[in-house]
């Protein structure tokens, strides 16, 4: 994988699968942007680690629903940098509930952050990548937008969302040669699914093929493929990172 001279912005960078996208990607000759939205210690530390180790960084600090703070930091980045090469739409969130439970509120507030975030960086990764006719765009879906989930209908709906409006993306950014692509997640090890408790990890854990949860790291590492110049044909596609729980 060659990405000299490239950079990347990561939404939600700062802790979980984004922080790991961040450092697999720094390790691979990238500059990456570490965006977060509520903890500047944490993006902090993240970018001096990945300096620390030879890797280049910085920190940018924005709500990914929020179009202004989105498109003031995507400028920045360029204004900065001269380019935005690579987006990786990982900002995401969990609101659980039972349907019959679930307020309409609490269905729009995690569509917004997952899949209304992922369609502004999008639309202005389109635009500054078309200008350049190159660049790549990998959204983190979920196993849970392919197969459903009970008690997930707001998170199952902004993922599968995802997954299609990738594809649409991809079809709209071909003849600019940008390419668009989601990785699908099963269960990771992060903040995120540690707050199930033992007992449902251990249940899910059952029926995994590989018997474990996920690492960060191994999503990270098919983001890096997704956006790198080995998957220069392959657009619109659909990464599944599941240890075999969804085939
Ligand atoms: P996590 O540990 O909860 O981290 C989520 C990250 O997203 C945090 O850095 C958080 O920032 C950030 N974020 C949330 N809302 C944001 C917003 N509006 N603007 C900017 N940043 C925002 O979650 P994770 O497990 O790493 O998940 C990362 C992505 O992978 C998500 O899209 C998730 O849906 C997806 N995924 C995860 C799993 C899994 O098993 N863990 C499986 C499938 C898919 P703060 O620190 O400010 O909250």
């Known amino acids: 994988m060659n990405f000299t001279g490239k950079n990347v912005l990561v939404t939600g960078a ?78 995401g969130i969990t609101n659980d509930k039972l349907a019959l439970r679930m307020k309409t509120d609490e269905f729009k507030s995690v569509v917004d952050t997952n899949l209304l975030s992922a369609f502004i960086g999008s639309r202005e990764a389109l635009k500054v990548m078309s200008k350049k006719r190159f660049g790549a765009v990998v959204s983190i879906a979920s196993i849970v937008g392919e197969m459903g989930n009970a008690g997930q209908v707001n998170y199952s709906a902004s993922k599968g969302g995802m997954i299609a409006m990738s594809k649409s993306f991809a079809k709209e950014g071909a003849s600019r040669n940008v390419r668009f692509n989601c990785v699908t997640p099963g269960f990771i090890a992060t903040d995120m699914t540690d707050a199930l408790s033992d007992e449902v990890k251990a249940n899910y854990a059952k029926n995994i093929p590989l018997a474990r949860f996920g690492e960060a790291s191994e999503v990270a590492e098919a983001v890096a493929f997704l956006l790198s110049d080995s998957a220069s044909y392959i657009t619109g596609e659909t990464l599944k990172v599941n240890g075999g729980l969804y085939m």
């Open 14 to 91: 700062s802790r979980g699968i984004g922080a790991q996208i961040a450092k697999v990607l720094a390790t691979k000759g990238l500059k990456v942007w570490i965006n977060y939205r509520s903890k500047p210690e944490i993006a902090d530390a993240l970018q001096a680690e990945i300096e620390a180790a030879g890797g280049k960084a910085a920190v940018i600090k924005f709500d990914a629903t929020d179009e202004d703070e989105y498109i003031k930091g995507i400028n920045l980045i360029i204004d900065t940098d001269g380019e935005l090469s690579y987006l990786v739409n990982n900002a």
